[in-house]
């Protein structure tokens, strides 16, 4: 049975850091590109990145946290993180890890697609306020 279990989220202030745990059961996370996604208040879910296989090493980012975000694997723990530093209130929303359908890289022209995702996660919120 396919699962994926978020954890790591919070209260934090702006500026501050949290980092996103997402960890796998059921499969092997490591032979999957693995998403993160967001949803704010009265908003759609937003794409934030996505990260390959350890293979093929490709990795994506929304523009609004290149820079303050980073994604990366512990294939020991079967697990992915998504660590985000310099927090701002915009980032405030429920984040959600989630497997492709099938495929081990995060391809450019559409890993922003929540459609290309087959198991998700129950979520995590995260709040940034002072």
């Known amino acids: 049975q396919v699962q994926l279990v978020e954890s790591g989220g919070g209260l934090v202030q702006p500026g501050g850091s949290l980092r996103l745990s997402c960890a796998a059961s059921g499969f092997t996370s490591n032979d999957y590109a693995i998403g993160w996604f967001r949803q704010a208040p009265g908003k759609e879910r937003e794409a934030v990145s996505c990260?390959?296989?350890?293979?093929?090493?490709?990795?994506w980012y929304v523009g609004s946290v290149r820079g303050r975000f980073s994604v990366s694997r512990d294939n020991s723990k079967n697990t992915v993180y998504l660590q985000m530093n310099s927090l701002k209130p915009e980032d405030t929303g429920i984040y959600y890890c989630?497997?492709?359908?099938?495929?081990?890289?995060?391809?450019?022209?559409?890993?922003?697609?929540?459609?290309?995702?087959?198991?998700w996660g129950q979520g995590t919120q995260v709040t940034v306020s002072s």
């Open positions: 989630a497997r492709v359908i099938s495929g081990r890289a995060c391809e450019q022209s559409h890993w922003s697609s929540p459609v290309q995702y087959g198991s």
């Open positions: 990260i390959s296989s350890s293979s093929v090493g490709i990795n």
